[in-house]
């Protein structure tokens, strides 16, 4: 069943309109609707078929590739989605050497790999053919329906091209007004429908972005930060590098880049309270003196935006390729309306003050923390001595009593998670060192915050510069000593060795892949996206030449003029030469027209009910038998029936008084 003209045509540019692929879909277009007005056409053979098919299979497998090396694993729904928009093109070769070719339809074992070995073998039969321009149709429409921005002409004209396809193939017995109405109430049930389907989709996509950050550790929330305090079992993170750097520092032995800073504490989260964000104007964060350090970032943005990870005394932002800049009191830096892939430069001094001054929230201490607090600020003699020394001292008595540990053993609880690591267990992760560090600074009189960030150590020899895997996650305190926040780490500095102890023997090899697909990456999103589908073109012209190679030399043929010699030989069906037809031609000349859809029993039927039919209509009923039986019946007639046939009609047509033409 083909489709009617210049439905896929239309289809296409509809498709190419919503999503932003306009000139390919008018080009597409063009190819697909030329061939109404092109003459000639190439006889192509199964086996030519099975190459165009397989053309289509290495484009989607490319498509495929293409979106594995420039996706990492928070983007794989747009991904998904990504490359079913771009599906229709990756089978628009079949499509056109249906259209271009003399057959005019498909082999159906063409479009199956294992049918195609079994008919070379001998073993396969035949499995018929198939018009791939439905089948087109359909697939347009649902590449359409991926578009991530829908506008209210996406449903409009998605109903007016399945209007338009449905109505080519309208049962005659259906008038058109009850047809009508069934399709208006359709419209009307399925735009209730869509409207909900989309809802789902945006609910299932966000569920899965936020499931595959968390398996990643990439995800950072300025307004709180959920800590594993009180968890029981080994915290593990993942090893992918989520951020490399270069920095022009003269000491890069480690790094502390912040990304966020919170100073309520309560249960076991931390929170940001009473901070809104700002914008940020040219990209200065603080004032400061001269500038001592300048770094420059890469990382990822999910959906286009992320928190900054920034270095100590940042001061300026430079070539962040982002629409919005953001940051609040605290020192965190939101953006938005960026790429996938950011590279950065951070212009830093060595007093820069992008974050506000104390206030009463950096001395605020947790009701149930108190007591076993003021204990030890007690034991240590913390409020007797100058903040450097209540620093220094802090630092000796965590790294002599305290060790890390990624494992966390259950513990009878008779108070606090945090009680228990300071006098019971003395084992923890990072968060504990950080948070207790923050509280004990507050009960000495120290203003003092939770950060988290990255800790930059590692130096990769692949790429040539620090790279920060999703396990250098890291907790540290923000503390104010001499009129400025600065960073304090308690943490013991085993902790990077145990968490680089626990990498799987195979991360060398991950490394060069995650190198492979940052690299393309980095092409896919630099000032040079533009130029991404003529790059992408010039690598599928190879394929495009082989295809036109093979297609000049296949043998052509010109529709109205072929050589008898090389004309496909007509299909002759039974009863064909019926002599009944010459009655029915006599009846179409006088205005008694048999419609096209119309079996010739019923066409008696009506006859009988029309005042100049009811004369003859009868004597009909016995030549039509014979006709049928001619026709369809396996067996045939007779050779006395077949002259039988011939005499009847012969005598009816000079029996038959002259009919009155109709006007």
């Known amino acids: 069943m083909k489709a009617p003209p210049l439905l896929l045509g239309v289809t296409l540019v509809f498709w190419g309109w919503q999503n932003e692929l306009l000139v390919l879909a008018v080009v597409a277009a063009t190819l697909l609707e030329g061939s109404r007005w092109i003459g000639w056409r190439w006889v192509l053979t199964e086996k030519d078929f099975g190459r165009v098919w397989s053309l289509c299979i290495y484009l989607f497998v ?10 990492d694993m928070q983007g794989v729904t747009r991904a998904i989605l990504t490359l079913f928009q771009w599906y229709p093109l990756s089978v628009l070769p079949i499509v056109l050497a249906q259209v271009y070719s003399t057959a005019g339809s498909v082999e159906l074992s063409v479009l199956s790999t294992i049918a195609r070995q079994r008919k070379r073998r001998g073993s396969g039969s035949s499995l018929g053919t198939i018009d791939l321009s439905f089948p087109y149709f359909a697939i347009c429409l649902l590449s359409t329906s991926a578009t991530h ?12 091209l399945v209007a338009w396809a449905l109505l080519s193939i309208r049962p005659q017995v259906c008038s058109p007004l009850r047809w009508t109405s069934v399709f208006v109430v359709v419209v009307i049930f399925g735009y209730g429908g869509q409207v909900g389907l989309q809802t789902i989709q945006k609910t299932l996509e966000g569920t899965l972005t936020d499931w595959l950050i968390s398996m990643t550790g990439g995800h950072v929330d300025p307004d709180r930060s959920y800590t594993a305090i009180g968890s029981i079992g080994e915290i593990k993170l993942s090893n992918k590098i989520v951020l490399r750097m270069t920095s022009h520092a003269q000491d890069n032995a480690s790094v502390l880049l912040r990304q966020a800073s919170y100073n309520r504490y309560f249960g076991t989260q931390w929170f940001a309270r009473n901070v809104d964000f700002r914008g940020v104007v040219a990209g200065v964060l603080g004032s400061g003196s001269r500038s001592e350090a300048m770094t420059t970032i890469s990382t990822e943005l999910e959906g286009g935006e992320g928190i900054l990870a920034l270095p100590p005394g940042a001061a300026h932002l430079q070539q962040l390729p982002v629409g919005t800049v953001q940051h609040n009191a605290l020192g965190t830096v939101k953006v938005e309306d960026g790429p996938g892939l950011i590279t950065y430069r951070v212009e830093s001094t060595g007093d820069a003050m992008r974050d506000a001054r104390p206030g009463d929230a950096d001395l ?26 209540t620093l220094r001292r802090l630092a ?3 790294n002599a009593n305290f060790q890390y540990s990624r494992f966390l053993r259950k513990h009878r609880l008779k108070n606090t998670h945090l009680s228990e690591f300071l006098n019971t267990s003395r084992s923890g992760h990072c968060e504990y060192f950080a948070t207790a560090t923050v509280l004990l600074l507050r009960a000495a009189g120290i203003p003092a915050r939770y950060a988290v960030g990255l800790s930059v150590h590692e130096f990769s020899a692949l790429e040539g510069r620090y790279i920060a895997r999703a396990r250098d996650a890291h907790s540290w305190a923000l503390v104010y000593v001499d009129g400025a926040w600065r960073d304090f780490d308690t943490t013991p500095k085993s902790w990077v060795v145990v968490e680089e102890s626990a990498a799987p023997w195979w991360e060398p090899l991950s490394d060069v892949w995650e190198w492979v697909t940052f690299k393309v990456a980095e092409w896919k999103w630099s000032e040079r996206e533009n130029d991404l589908t003529t790059y992408a073109g010039w690598l599928l012209l190879p394929l495009f030449l082989f295809l036109a190679w093979r297609l000049y030399f296949t043998e052509r043929v010109t529709r109205g003029g072929v050589d008898e010699k090389r004309s496909l030989p007509r299909l002759v069906w039974p009863g064909e030469d019926s002599e009944w037809y010459e009655i029915e031609h006599r009846l179409n000349v006088f205005g008694i027209v048999r419609h096209p859809w119309e079996p010739f029993s019923r066409w008696l039927q009506r006859i009988r009910t029309t005042k100049t039919g009811s004369a003859f209509a009868d004597s009909l009923d016995a030549i039509l038998s014979l006709h049928y039986r001619y026709r369809f019946d396996p067996n045939g007639i007779t050779k006395v029936e077949r002259e039988t046939l011939t005499s009847r009609v012969s005598i009816w047509l000079k029996q038959t008084p002259a009919l009155k033409q109709r006007t």
């Open 62 to 71: 490319g498509m495929i590739g293409y979106f594995v090396l420039t996706t």
């Open 149 to 160: 921005v829908k506008s209210p002409w996406f449903y409009a004209g998605l109903c007016l």
């Open 364 to 389: 605020h201490i947790p009701e149930a923390e108190v007591a076993v607090l003021a204990q030890i600020v007690e034991k240590l003699g913390l409020t007797s001595e100058t903040p450097r020394e």
């Open 396 to 398: 000796m008595y965590f």
